[in-house]
Structure formats: structure tokens, C-alpha cells
């Protein structure tokens, strides 16, 4: 660990794969730029690689002041042991207060390990950060301005604010669409400092022998409607009321953790905390109960219209309309007044 | 070219029944008070080293660290095919993070000197995924992440089919190392001959309670002496399991429980759902007209 450092600055770790930045640091850096205006202190990219150094000009425009650009072809491919080293020795130097990291599956691989190296605090899964003040109890000590990092837990039923005073750096990983993707400013520039790579010929223990990466086959945080299904849907043949749906209101289709669960539909539409978070126009939830780690990803929608024949589902206490009723039966009627209804232009297909 | 695994496992509270008994007022988990389950992907862990096993021969332990209660799950494992199990257990190993808790797990470890050691990718009360991580650099291993697939295990090698979140690899790892294992295999279930026997497994914990329950009016030193005979008897039998406390790893008390720890917790706080605007529509022809309609007056559609 490092001693606690008021000057320290906020990071961002950059993930990246093969020359292409990752959406979710440059939400955190949205982030890292208020929390290091509350703490007055600058904040940082952190870049490694091996031929990348032209991707700190987005992290600029998206909010860094600075980038630690750390460059060898030992680190051409994520591998923790590399990362790790080299991230734990920019820490040992630089002396940050905060480290960020998205909870990527790379994040999740990464994070921990510095963490463990460091010797420091680390919370996964963050659904907000905040800066305040802590009191010990028994102590009554005070410590001022540290990091609140907030993230449901137990299931849901709670939501638990953290905070690390003494093993610094603070550091937490955040899922992607959580914090808001700032608006970049391509106009801004900043401090680019390049570091060795101090590997001392580090052997990598892991060889990739085969890699394949398969694009996801929906877009849900571009989507302006969503039409979610949940286990309330029955079965994967009946999700087909939730395609047809969607298919009317041209919009994209999600599900929720319980239906990929349960095979109704694929991974890549789940919403949710362990999912994607949304912020569409319009979510239609079907057949959604509304666990906390669902609303989480999907909460900040602008309308919530709920389909559910349980009246005491927490989704509508978050909802703006609902429907209590059948899924059956509402959805078919739903499709049947848009097909049949005037103003809904284009979207029927 | 025998393999030893080393299966870390948590029990956990179903974290889908509970109750309000779950918290205490320092906002760390009440686990006396919930029923507990074998975490699910630490059942595909254990599934994993079963594979080894039958490929390369060895010995599978199963570990944990928990309240004596947690010895449960042991038995669970021992029914399931571990060879042996061991309970790491100790008053001052609790309020632990996930960092205290892998450095007291690697003090345990590091005494079964394991070719591999599994964990499940995330425990559900938690679920952070950060222990089997930290245990690896810990134990200075290399680190395998989000294993989907064993496809081969050799002298000094693994390898694996792994889940890279937009799509997978087939990596090679030398060995020792540390995996962490999804859920997707398929756990067997355990032989009923094995459930048999090994549903009498206890540990000295279990036993020192039954003794002291069947021979209240007897000494101390009578009660020791029947617990020892029947501890070496399960012994004999494989149906001992361990029980080591925080002196018998080697820890570290500074490293170890609320001091070990430094991620603490600030506030807990129920959750509140937020009211705000609400309008309910019949499930009728005219009751989904106007929602409509609604909704193409406000812009949503249309």
C-alpha cells in the first residue's frame, strides 16, 4: 500500500484490445473528473500496450489531464502478470488516491491482482462513487474526503457505501454504462508521460493459443426503446412476444439476468448490474419481477412502462405506466393497437 | 503423473431468501441467522478437480474458511468425491475482506502444496470475484480466469477454453496455477455409496458438541478422552474433517479479520424504491389505446 496522499491523483486505467480503447474507461473518466474537482487534483489515463500511443489523444478528449503511457511487446496482450507489475510500480511512484478500473472481465482479472500486490482496498462492481467524510466508530476519528463506493449487495436487499482510509490507493471497478459517458472535447490536450516498462524479463505464464472475438449481436446502450422479458415470459419459444414487440416499436431487445439464465434469451441482451446498463427513451419491462440488480441497469430509463400480473412487483414501483395483467394477453393487444394505430410511423416491420 | 487439486469453496446464504436478521448493526453479514448453500460455481470448481483426477490420478482437498457451520459444506464435498477437507475456522478471522480472506486462505493453501487450485469465479453474496485473484498472486501463481473447459491436463501444464467476455481463447498455463472456474460444466451428483459413508464425516468442533451433549455429567477430562477416541476413529475411517485455526496456518493477526481488512463499511442502507409518476392501464383494448396514445403524445413512440 501506499500512504495515504492528499495530492494524489485520480487514474483511470485505459483498457484496451488490439488499438482500440474500451467505452468503459472513457465513462470513468467522466467520473474521475468529478470526484478530482471535489478532491482538487488532477486525473490520469493509464495506457499499456505495445503500439498505442495514439489512443491518448481520446482519453484527452474525454477528460484526462494527463496519460502514463507504458509501451512494450511483452504487454502487446493483457496478461496479469505483466499489467499488474507495471501498474504496481506507476502506483509505488506516483502515489494516487484513486485507481479506477472497469469491471470488465480483463478489470476483474487485473484490479484484484494490484489490489493484492498493493496490499490495498478494492470494491467491485460500483453502481455510484462519491466523495466524503468518514467517522470510525469507537475511535471517533474522522477521515476526510475519500471515496464512497457504493454497490448493492446480499442479493440486493441493501445497498452498502465502502470506504478504504488507511490502505491506499483507493481503487474500485465500475461495470460499463453505469457512470455516463462524458461529451469528448477533442480540443483538449494533456500531459502525455511516457514510462519504461521495467519488466526485468518477466517470462508471461500464460500462452494464447487460439483467440476468437465475436462482436455482440445487439447494441442495448444505442438502443431509444428496449423490450425486456424476464422469467415471467415461461419459456425461450415465448419470448417470441417480446421479438414481436420489439419488432413494432423498432426497438432493440433485452432480457433480464433470470431469462439468460434460464435460456429464454442470449447474454448479450441481458440488462442488469451483471449485464448492460441502459438509459433508453422507453423500456418495456415483461414479465420482470424488478430485483435491485436489474433496476440498476435499467432505472434511469426516461419512461418505464411495466407488463406484469403480479401488482406487488417492485418494478412498478419504479415505473411510470403499468400494466397488471397477463403478458399473453397485454402484449398481443399492444401489437394488434400499434399495427393497427395511425402515428406510429416506420417502426411496424 | 498424479495432480493434486486444492478447491477453495464458500458457503453462502441463499441470498434469495432473505431475512432481517441478515445484517448486523456494524453492517457486516449475520451468517448465523441464514440458510446457507454450497456457493454454485465453487460446485463447478469442485467438478473441475474431480476431471482432473480422473485424468491424472491425485488427490482432490476441499478448503474453506468460515464458522464452524461451514463444515457443512465440506461434508457436502466429501460426499461429492474430495479426498479430504479441511475447515479453516477462527473467531478472529472475521469481518474479513476479500483481502484478509486470501491471505488467510494462502496460509492454508500453501500447506496442501497443490499442483492446481481451483475456485469458483464469484461467491453470490458478495460477488465480487476478487479472493480467487488475490489468492493466486498470493501464492505467487499464475492466474486463469473465467475457465469454461478443461481440454487438457499434462505434467507442469494446463489447457484451458476460456470466457473472455466478447468471446474466448484456448490458453496454455504452466503449473502450479490457479484457476477460476465458471459455471459450465456440469457438476456430477454425488454416488449414493459415497453419501452414505461420508455423511458421517465430522469435525472436532461437531464432535467436541455431541460429546459434551451425550456425557454432560462426565469430567472434562472424560469428555477430552471420548472425543479424542472418536476423532481418531472418523480419522481411520477418511471421514475426519479438519479443522485448523489461524496459529495452525501460520496468519499473521495483522493481516487477518477487521485489521486485515481495508475495505470497511461506511453506511448500509435498505433499499428505498423510488416513487414518482405512476399510471395504470387496464389490460383492455381501450385500457392499452390510451397507454398508447400516451406515449405517442409525450414522444416516446412514434
Not at chain 1, 510500480?89 to 470488465?104: F, N, V, W
Request: charged share 25%.
Amino acid at each position: 500500500m501506499i500512504e495515504v496522499n492528499r495530492q494524489g491523483e485520480v487514474w483511470v486505467f485505459a483498457e484496451q484490445e488490439d488499438g482500440k480503447l474500451s467505452d468503459v474507461p472513457l465513462e470513468l473518466l467522466g467520473k474521475a473528473r468529478e470526484l478530482a474537482g471535489k478532491l482538487s487534483v488532477g486525473v490520469a489515463g493509464v495506457l499499456l500496450g505495445d503500439g498505442v500511443a495514439a489512443l491518448a489523444a481520446e482519453l484527452f478528449a474525454h477528460g484526462a489531464d494527463k496519460v502514463y503511457l507504458v509501451q512494450d511487446p511483452v504487454l502487446a496482450h493483457y496478461q496479469a502478470a505483466g499489467y499488474s507489475r507495471v501498474i504496481c510500480g506507476l502506483i509505488e511512484q506516483h502515489k494516487p488516491q484513486i485507481c479506477l478500473y472497469g469491471a470488465t472481465p480483463l478489470g476483474r482479472d487485473l484490479a484484484p491482482t494490484v489490489a493484492s500486490k498493493m496490499r490495498c482496498g478494492l470494491t467491485a462492481d460500483c453502481t455510484d462513487l462519491q466523495i466524503g467524510d468518514h467517522k470510525t466508530p469507537g475511535t471517533g476519528e474522522v477521515h476526510e474526503k475519500l471515496m464512497f463506493q457504493i454497490r448493492p449487495a446480499f442479493g440486493g436487499n441493501i445497498i452498502a457505501t465502502i470506504v478504504n482510509y488507511d490502505r491506499w490507493p483507493q481503487m474500485a471497478t465500475v461495470r460499463e454504462g453505469v457512470m455516463p459517458m462524458p461529451q469528448p472535447d477533442r480540443s483538449r490536450r494533456g500531459d502525455l508521460v511516457e514510462c519504461p516498462a521495467e519488466l526485468d524479463g518477466l517470462t508471461l505464464p500464460l500462452k494464447i493459443i487460439e483467440a476468437h472475438r465475436r462482436p455482440k449481436a445487439v447494441n442495448l446502450k444505442a438502443a431509444r426503446i428496449i423490450v425486456a422479458g424476464g422469467a415471467g415470459v415461461g419459456s425461450r419459444e415465448n419470448f417470441r412476444l417480446v421479438w414481436d414487440l420489439a419488432n413494432c416499436l423498432g426497438a432493440a431487445v433485452g432480457g433480464s439476468r433470470a431469462a439468460v439464465d434460464l435460456g429464454y434469451v442470449d447474454h448479450d441482451h441481458q440488462v442488469g448490474q451483471t449485464g448492460t446498463t441502459v438509459r433508453p427513451a422507453l423500456y418495456v419491462a415483461c414479465g420482470i419481477s424488478g430485483a435491485v440488480q436489474h433496476r440498476a441497469g435499467m432505472q434511469e430509463s426516461a419512461k418505464i412502462l411495466a407488463i406484469n400480473s403480479d401488482p406487488d412487483a417492485p418494478i412498478f414501483s419504479i415505473a411510470h405506466y403499468g400494466v397488471i395483467g397477463d403478458l399473453n394477453d397485454v402484449i398481443p393487444r399492444l401489437i394488434k393497437t400499434l399495427r393497427r394505430g395511425a402515428g406510429v410511423a416506420g417502426a411496424a416491420s | 503423473m498424479a495432480i493434486n487439486c486444492v478447491v477453495c469453496v464458500k458457503q453462502v446464504p441463499d441470498t434469495k431468501r432473505i431475512t432481517g436478521e441478515a445484517m448486523k448493526e456494524d453492517g457486516t453479514v449475520n451468517r448465523g441467522a441464514l440458510p446457507a448453500v454450497f456457493n454454485p460455481e465453487d460446485l463447478n470448481a469442485l467438478e473441475a478437480a474431480l476431471e482432473i483426477r480422473d485424468r491424472c490420478g491425485g488427490a482432490v482437498s476441499v478448503v474453506t474458511m468460515g464458522p464452524p457451520a461451514a463444515c457443512e459444506v465440506l461434508r457436502e464435498a466429501l460426499c461429492r468425491g474430495a479426498d479430504r477437507a479441511v475447515l479453516v475456522t477462527d473467531r478472529r478471522a472475521a469481518a474479513s475482506d476479500t483481502l484478509a480472506t486470501s491471505y488467510i486462505l494462502a496460509c492454508a493453501v500453501r500447506k496442501l502444496s497443490p499442483d492446481v487450485v481451483l475456485c469458483g469465479r464469484q461467491a453470490i453474496d458478495g460477488d465480487t470475484a476478487q479472493v480467487g485473484p488475490q489468492l493466486a498472486e498470493k501464492l505467487s501463481m499464475p492466474l486463469v480466469t473465467y475457465v469454461e473447459e478443461l481440454l487438457d491436463v499434462r505434467e507442469g501444464l494446463v489447457l484451458v477454453k476460456r470466457n473472455v467476455g466478447n468471446g474466448w481463447e484456448v490458453a496454455e498455463c504452466t503449473l502450479p496455477a490457479l484457476l477460476t472456474v465458471m459455471d459450465a460444466n456440469m457438476p456430477r451428483p454425488p454416488a449414493a455409496r459415497r453419501i452414505m459413508k461420508h455423511k458421517k464425516a465430522r469435525s472436532p468442533a461437531e464432535v467436541a458438541k455431541a460429546v459434551s451433549d451425550a456425557m454432560a455429567d462426565a469430567s472434562r477430562d472424560e469428555q477430552a478422552a471420548e472425543a479424542q477416541d472418536r476423532l481418531a476413529a472418523l480419522a481411520e475411517r477418511g471421514l475426519l474433517i479438519e479443522q485448523w485455526d489461524l496459529d495452525d496456518v501460520e496468519a499473521d493477526l495483522g493481516w487477518c479479520g477487521r485489521d486485515g481488512s481495508p475495505t470497511k463499511v461506511h453506511r448500509i442502507q435498505s433499499v428505498v424504491l423510488a416513487g414518482g409518476e405512476y399510471r395504470e392501464f387496464p389490460p383492455t383494448d381501450t385500457g392499452i389505446a390510451e397507454l398508447i396514445g400516451e406515449l405517442i403524445e409525450d414522444h416516446t413512440i412514434g
